[in-house]
């Protein structure tokens, strides 16, 4: 008896020694390995830096992206989303993308005119009819134009993704015409293009970032924005407004941009492999949007919050003409052939 409790003793002293000394079962699953293994560290990251939710064209496109370049490439280069602006804002990534600190970025079209002003011919109101006409420019000489200004900064466009086209919604009061436009504040993104926008209509305009909006409409220093629906249901933004006017008066799509250096530095094969995931996130994402886009609206309506106004032709009519001098006025500083390709309001 005693020498079995002896032993005992012995067993219970033993491990508790291991233990104290590092011997400990791995309770967490991250078994230890061997860190100087040849290749371990040759897997490729990449950071991919947006602001909107994941519920959102954008934020589906990143996964979907994340996924494919995962299957593609055998685990060999892994995509880190940062959704929500958490790693970056849009004032932010464009600065942090050149400078290499992240890979990836995908900025709506409008945050894209602080590099070059040719970006002002997507946020033209009423230059597209659907989303084919969208592609259509985009796939053209429009891409390819945008495409260079990119790269002319180091940069490399490798898609555009769709979101959708923009709503108006408000607080203050309903947008059918022009003139229910007057004494209201709109958020806009930063393009000096939409601050004309609006003052065609008559109204005013404050810049504030994408995720400092609900708070800012909240408190009233807006009382409006215009917006994709996705964008303005993710974000909740419809609880504090009051009238929405559905009328697809701008677009709003997106850039997926690279750091040029760290594209180059790439082999042969991991271009291919990330090519072909932009590829076919691209016509996923742009065969989504129009889905979505109406599940959500019925979002909006079953919430019994928001009075929603369908722009009859005779309404819109009075927009365009509205915004017709703006492509006088914006001519020269997008350029003749680019304005020419996009033709008027229609
Ligand atoms: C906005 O600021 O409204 C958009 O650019 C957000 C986004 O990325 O869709």
């Known amino acids: 008896m005693r020498t079995s409790i002896g032993v005992g003793l012995f067993i219970l002293f ?34 991919f830096s947006h602001v ?70 997507m946020d033209m109101p009423f230059a597209f009819r659907d989303q084919k006409d969208v592609d259509s420019a985009l796939q053209g000489y429009v891409g390819r134009t945008l495409s260079e200004s990119l790269h002319r900064h180091g940069m490399e466009a490798v898609a555009f993704w769709a979101n959708g086209f923009k709503q108006m919604i408000s607080s203050k009061g309903p947008l059918r015409v022009p003139d229910d436009f007057q004494n209201q504040t709109f958020r806009i993104q930063p393009s000096q293009l939409l601050e004309s926008q609006f003052q065609a209509l008559g109204a005013g305009t404050v810049r504030i970032p994408f995720n400092e909006v609900y708070g800012n409409l909240a408190r009233g220093t807006a009382d409006g924005l215009e917006n994709t629906i996705s964008n303005i249901v993710s974000k909740g933004l419809y609880r504090v407004q009051k009238y929405m006017t559905i ?18 530095g790439l082999s042969e094969e991991h271009q291919q492999q990330l090519q072909q995931a932009f590829e076919d996130t691209t016509e996923w994402i742009n065969r989504k949007t129009a889905a979505m886009d109406e599940r959500q609206l019925s979002i909006v309506e079953k919430s019994g919050r928001v009075a929603i106004h369908y722009l009859t032709e005779e309404e819109r009519a009075l927009w365009v003409e509205r915004f017709k001098p703006l492509y006088a006025q914006y001519e020269k500083t997008i350029g003749r052939e680019l304005m020419a390709e996009i033709g008027g309001p229609e």
């Open 14 to 47: 033993g491990l508790f020694t291991a233990f104290i000394i590092g011997f400990r079962p791995d309770f967490n699953g991250s078994l230890p390995i061997d860190e100087e293994q040849e290749g371990l560290t040759d897997r490729i990251v990449i950071k």
């Open 52 to 121: 909107v939710a994941g519920d959102t064209p954008k934020g589906l496109a990143a996964a979907y992206f994340a996924e494919r370049v995962r299957e593609l490439s055998g685990d060999s280069i892994e995509i880190q989303v940062f959704p929500n602006a958490i790693l970056h804002t849009e004032k932010t990534e464009i600065a942090a993308l050149q400078h290499g600190e992240i890979q990836m970025i995908a900025p709506s079209f409008s945050n894209l005119n602080v590099i070059d002003p040719v970006w002002y011919v």
């Open 247 to 264: 009328s697809n008066h701008g677009y709003l799509g997106y850039a997926v941009i690279v750091n040029g250096q760290f594209w180059d």
